[in-house]
């Protein structure tokens, strides 16, 4: 009645943004992200049946904050009539930062939960209830580079390329430790609903994320670069014209795009995108990563900078 499980967060170069049915947590749109390998979430669950009431700490400490949305899923999981759990989580990285630590939480808590319920189901099933939780952590089920595509009621996942195929390299500029003032659900709901261009983001989604697939096919890094960056900033100007308006950047986000966009325009292979949040994520070639991690441990604002390669799909551990 006990199990462990690892999951790594993945960023979208392709964004859902946005619920076409909140009820089933179903994506507006599909996407397409990049699995991280050395960024990761672990997750400990024990369903006990004596205990009154679900439990859950987040680095050690109790956390009450993320414990409705924890049970949601387990119930959805379970069913109402489950025994209560005990759900202990540990993460290398910012929580609620913009580093999509849900995708790798959620990802984590049904692997473990499956587990310890003896439920089964292949990797696609537990994707998809992941994904009723949290829409990225459907993706963190599968290694390197992904696809997700959102049918009239329920989602596809798959890989598209592995990091032997194609080893790009992430280089993640943190720009603000804390927790986001708005969370992204929310920022989602109000962009539908009060975002003037929001009609018209849904409506050239499709465009993107064909030419980003046939990008990866091609290994076609600068087309990849344009697709990726042009619907990144599509994304925040939805949510830049939203009411009340939802701006996660800060001066240090903008100072981290320019030390990009400067060495893109020299002519390294290199790009950015941000999520939701004020965290910029460098996407590059293996052969200029040492370069873009110095110019952006440099970029005034800068507090931290993480690298990453592509990482593998949620999976069981022996323990944590």
């Not at 409705?68 to 910012?94: Q, T, Y």
């Amino acid at each position: 009645m006990r199990a462990h499980a690892v999951a790594q967060p993945n960023i979208a170069l392709v964004k859902y943004w946005g619920k076409r049915d909140t009820g089933i947590n179903l994506p507006a749109a599909g996407s397409l992200s990049l699995t991280l390998d050395s960024l990761w979430t672990r997750m400990s669950v024990e369903l006990a049946d004596g205990a009154e009431s679900d439990t859950l700490s987040v680095n050690g400490a109790p956390d009450s904050t993320k414990l409705a949305r924890v049970s949601a899923c387990l119930d959805r999981l379970l069913g109402p009539s489950r025994p209560k759990a005990i759900v202990e989580s540990e993460s290398n990285f910012p929580v609620a930062a913009g580093l999509a630590s849900s995708s790798s939480a959620f990802a984590a808590l049904v692997m473990a939960t499956a587990k310890a319920a003896e439920l089964g189901g292949d990797t696609l099933s537990l994707a998809r209830l992941a994904g009723a939780s949290s829409g990225s952590a459907a993706r963190s089920f599968y290694v390197g580079i992904v696809e997700l595509t959102a049918g009239d009621r329920e989602i596809d996942v798959r890989c598209l390329a592995r990091a032997r195929e194609w080893p790009l390299r992430i280089v993640i500029a943190i720009t603000e430790h804390g927790p986001k003032r708005t969370g992204s659900g929310e920022a989602m709901t109000r962009s539908a609903a009060t975002s003037p261009f929001y009609r018209t983001w849904l409506e050239r989604q499709d465009g993107d994320l064909d030419a980003a697939r046939k990008a990866v096919i091609e290994r076609d890094f600068d087309r990849l670069a344009d697709v990726a960056e042009l619907n990144c900033l599509k994304m925040h100007s939805v949510m830049w014209t939203c009411r009340p308006p939802v701006v996660y950047w800060n001066g240090a986000t903008l100072n981290a795009m320019e030390t990009v966009r400067a060495m893109r325009r020299a002519g390294a292979p290199v790009f950015f995108t941000i999520d939701a949040g004020p965290q910029v994520k460098a996407v590059c070639l293996p052969d200029v990563c040492d370069e873009v991690t110095a110019a952006l441990a440099a970029t005034a604002g800068v507090k931290q900078v993480m690298v990453s390669g592509l990482g593998s799909g949620a999976r069981l551990q022996d323990q944590c």
